[in-house]
């Protein structure tokens, strides 16, 4: 396990793409401590903000600290594990293809963005547009899944194409705002406009309501399978909320009817 512990005290953030198994597996700790970060409008080497034990030949690393201003860990990784014991900066696991990223602490803006697979699991909070695609993009995330125990901010699944978003807490406004397709699972209260401008998809409320968009009708009330398999699964990867909620009877409305009309919003 290669173990990168931060040891600097910079308002400028860090951009460090590098940390990612992909960028570091084989490579000496003498080696990925020469690795080039941007700081600013500057080059610096990763060695400079952090110190560099261990190896990365089993694709395991380990963050210690508080990296909440530093920003792209992850970015694009396919496979390996990261766990962070700290908060952690913007763009965590942003386009990220495969492989786990697991943080106990908080995360900043865009976890998630674009990722197309692998697992990431927040067990703090999370800022603005997880899972979401960056501005002028057509989709956001597109695979994988992203669990956030804590709150979360607002258009948390914009433009969602596919994939798994679960949010323990609050959200902000416009959760699954202009949602593709894939499912969104929340725990806590959401923000305002809940669901607008989706096309396709699934918006699981699990024990709580809010008021929906006076462009969703009332379709019916069920008992579907396929919730009890999301929620095993969410179990299965120690989603706290998730192991103590059980689902029960479920009110089913459909929309957003400005746009496709053929997503679900799902008050459990």
Request: charged share 20%.
């Amino acid at each position: 396990m290669l173990t990168l512990t931060y040891r600097a005290d910079h308002k400028i953030p860090v951009e460090a793409e590098v940390i990612a198994p992909d960028h570091l597996l084989g490579k000496s700790s003498a080696d990925i401590a020469k690795l080039s970060v941007q700081h600013g409008n500057a080059q610096a080497a990763l060695g400079e903000f952090f110190d560099v034990s261990g190896d990365a030949s089993d694709a395991e690393i380990r963050i210690d600290g508080d990296c909440s201003r530093v920003k792209w860990i992850g970015a694009g990784m396919t496979m390996g594990r990261i766990r962070i014991h700290g908060n952690i900066g913007m763009h965590l696991g942003s386009e990220m293809k495969g492989g786990l990223i697991e943080v106990d602490g908080d995360a900043a803006d865009w976890v998630g963005a674009e990722m197309r697979g692998g697992r990431i699991h927040i067990r703090g909070n999370a800022g603005h547009l997880v899972g979401a695609g960056y501005r002028g993009s057509r989709l956001g995330m597109r695979g994988g899944a992203i669990l956030v125990e804590g709150k979360a901010g607002s258009e948390i699944a914009s433009t969602m194409r596919r994939g798994l978003v679960a949010i323990g807490g609050e959200t902000g406004d416009f959760p699954g705002v202009g949602l593709i397709a894939g499912s969104v699972f929340l725990f806590g209260t959401p923000g305002l406009r809940t669901a607008a401008g989706m096309k396709r998809g699934t918006i699981a409320l699990c024990g709580v309501e809010t008021s929906l968009l006076p462009t969703f009708r009332f379709d019916c009330v069920y008992r579907p399978t396929f919730l009890h398999l999301y929620l095993r699964q969410l179990a299965a990867w120690n989603f706290g909320p998730a192991l103590k909620f059980e689902p029960g009877l479920v009110r089913r409305y459909r929309g957003d009817l400005v746009a496709l009309g053929k997503g679900e919003v799902l008050m459990l």
